[in-house]
DNA sequence: CGGGCGGCCTGGAGGC
DNA sequence: TGCCTCCAGGCCGCCC
């Protein structure tokens, strides 16, 4: 479910709540995530910590704490970090949480455990394997058609998968590629190597308007996406193309399309989208 | 070095 | 009702 936008909903659900808080205690019920969890590592970097700050690269929630310390949070396809009361009975695949001084615990629930969670020194972080290769915030100051463009310039290939590749630009997944590919009316199957300047700017325009109202709504919660509070996003009512294969198009009425790419589904208007 | 593909997991939906 | 297949928001590493 997440991409930038639904972490960047989680982030700030837990601005009010979780800087300050001192992390008690970290218990491990199953650390088999896409990489093991080190109940060790967590506890030794985690255990007597306040949570000084939150912050967000590409998909990552980052939770800075005292004594250069940070605790790293991929949600994966299906994960979740809910703050709940520390007595609460734990749910089904909720496989780690960390009790706070509140009397609450942030809880790490992930069905298909494609997520992680891991702790790091905040100094180097962004040199870190998670982080070293990532390319350019799409919301942050530096993003725009020209970074795009030089971008392709090394590259051949399908603009949809361009756009999903994080060395480019991160935080961007199947769903809102392909929804600002729709709105900046651009076929998914387009090379890179032909897309004039103007496009590029018309592409990196929307890309940013679409997460940029993701936000807003909350994220897009298909099945699983709910922020720290548990409460779910509405921006898939906004949605035009993604998952809406044989509706019709909201501009022009002609049938929507899936098509595969990278071994991906990709939703487009073959009439709106060239 | 870039691009394509398989693999990691579970669960829900839909067909028969 | 039950079984089977397909599909799913991400990412990495391996291969060519």
Request: charged share 30%; aromatic share 8%; proline share 5%.
């Amino acid at each position: 479910m997440p991409e930038l936008p639904e972490v960047e909903v989680l982030r700030r659900s837990l601005v009010p709540r979780l800087p300050g808080q001192r992390i008690e205690r970290v218990e491990v019920y199953n650390p088999k995530l896409r990489e093991p969890v080190s109940a060790a590592r967590l506890d030794r970097d985690c255990v007597g910590r306040r949570v000084l700050a939150l912050r967000r690269r590409a998909k990552y929630l980052l939770i800075d704490l005292e004594g250069d310390r940070t605790l790293i949070v991929h949600l994966g396809m299906t994960g979740r970090l809910t703050l709940v009361e520390a007595e609460e009975v734990a749910e089904p695949h909720e496989h780690l949480a960390f009790f706070l001084d509140s009397g609450q615990r942030l809880r790490f629930r992930d069905p298909r455990r494609f997520g992680m969670v891991f702790s790091r020194p905040t100094r180097g972080l962004e040199d870190g394997r998670h982080f070293a290769h990532l390319g350019v915030e799409p919301l942050g100051g530096d993003f725009d058609g020209q970074r795009l463009k030089d971008a392709a310039k090394r590259r051949r290939g399908p603009v949809k998968t361009f756009l999903m590749d994080a060395r480019v630009v991160v935080g961007l997944g199947n769903i809102y590629v392909a929804e600002a590919l729709f709105r900046a009316g651009i076929h998914p199957k387009r090379s890179v190597a032909r897309i004039s300047r103007r496009r590029w700017e018309l592409l990196a325009g929307e890309v940013r308007k679409v997460l940029g109202g993701a936000i807003r709504e909350g994220g897009t919660t298909l099945n699983d996406f709910a922020d720290g509070d548990g409460q779910a996003g509405y921006f898939q009512v906004s949605l035009w193309v993604y998952g809406r294969e044989g509706e019709s198009c909201p501009r022009c009425q002609t049938t929507i399309r899936r098509i595969v790419q990278a071994n991906r589904s990709t939703f487009y208007c073959p009439a709106c989208q060239h």
